[in-house]
C-alpha cells in the first residue's frame, strides 16, 4: 500500500462478513501495514473489537474505542444486507414491502452515513475511507430494473459519500471517502444469485480493491470505482 505513508494504519468495519474478514487477512499479511484493527459483531482475532453496530450510540462508541489507535491512513467499510430472513431483492413493484425497505436502507444507507459522521474524523491528512457499494446501484447503469430496495439503498450512499468527500476537502484536501464496487464475491450475500461462474473467493476481491484504492490520487475522491480501477457512473 505504497500510497500510504510507510508504515500504515489501517481499520476495517464489517470485519465479520466475507469481504470485511479478506481485508483484514491482507493488511495482517501487509509488512507496511504498522496496525490493523476492525470492528465487528464477532471477535474472532485479538485486532477484531467485538461490537454490534445497531444505532448512532453504538457507532459512536465505536468511534471512542478506536480513537486512540488513529488517527487511520485507510477505514474500510463492508457492511451491508442484500437479503434477509423472509425476503429476497424484489423483481416488481407489487413486490415492495416496507419492512424491507426500512431494513435495506438502515443497513445499506442510513448506518453507512453515521460510520461517515463518526469515523470520517478519525482519517489521517492523506488517508482514504473506503466503502463497498454495488454497482447495480448505479442509476445510469441500470437496465435490467427489480431489486428496488437494494439498487435505491446504494444509490443513496453513492449520494452520501459524495457529499462527504466535499465536505472532507474543505478540511483535509489530500484526503479521500470513495465509493467501490467489490465485483461478484463468494459470500453469504451473494450466494443465491452468484451462478458460480463469475463469482470470486473473498480474498481476490479484497486484493484487487486494495490495489484500486492504492493507485487512487487526491482528485479521485468523492468518486465510485470499481474492484480493478474502472470509474463507474452514478
Not at 173 to 178: I, L, R, S
Amino acid at each position: 500500500m505504497s500510497a500510504f505513508q510507510s508504515p500504515y494504519k489501517a481499520l476495517v468495519i464489517g470485519a465479520s462478513g466475507a469481504i470485511g474478514a479478506a481485508f483484514m487477512e491482507q493488511l495482517q499479511h501487509d509488512p507496511l501495514c504498522q496496525t490493523a484493527i476492525a470492528v465487528a459483531r464477532s471477535a474472532i482475532h485479538p485486532n477484531i473489537i467485538s461490537m454490534h453496530l445497531d444505532d448512532e450510540h453504538s457507532i459512536q462508541n465505536a468511534a471512542l474505542a478506536v480513537k486512540e489507535q488513529g488517527p487511520f491512513d485507510l477505514i474500510l467499510v463492508a457492511t451491508g444486507v442484500l437479503h434477509g430472513v423472509g425476503f429476497m431483492p424484489e423483481k416488481r413493484l407489487a413486490d415492495i414491502d416496507m419492512k424491507v425497505l426500512q431494513e435495506t436502507f438502515t443497513a445499506n444507507t442510513f448506518g453507512p452515513a453515521l460510520l461517515l459522521k463518526h469515523f470520517v474524523p478519525l482519517i489521517s491528512a492523506r488517508g482514504v475511507m473506503a466503502l463497498i457499494s454495488a454497482k447495480v446501484g448505479s442509476i445510469e447503469d441500470n437496465r435490467l430494473g427489480g431489486w428496488y430496495s437494494y439498487r435505491a439503498s446504494k444509490a443513496a450512499l453513492n449520494m452520501l459519500i459524495k457529499t462527504a468527500s466535499i465536505e472532507l476537502r474543505r478540511q483535509k484536501p489530500e484526503a479521500m471517502v470513495v465509493a467501490i464496487h467489490p465485483g461478484t464475491v463468494i459470500s453469504n450475500l451473494s450466494q443465491p444469485f452468484a451462478g458460480g461462474a463469475n463469482a470470486r473467493p473473498a480474498n481476490v476481491a479484497a486484493k484487487e480493491m486494495l490495489a484500486t484504492i492504492q493507485s487512487l490520487e487526491a482528485k479521485g475522491s468523492g468518486q465510485f470505482f470499481a474492484y480493478d480501477g474502472q470509474l463507474l457512473p452514478w
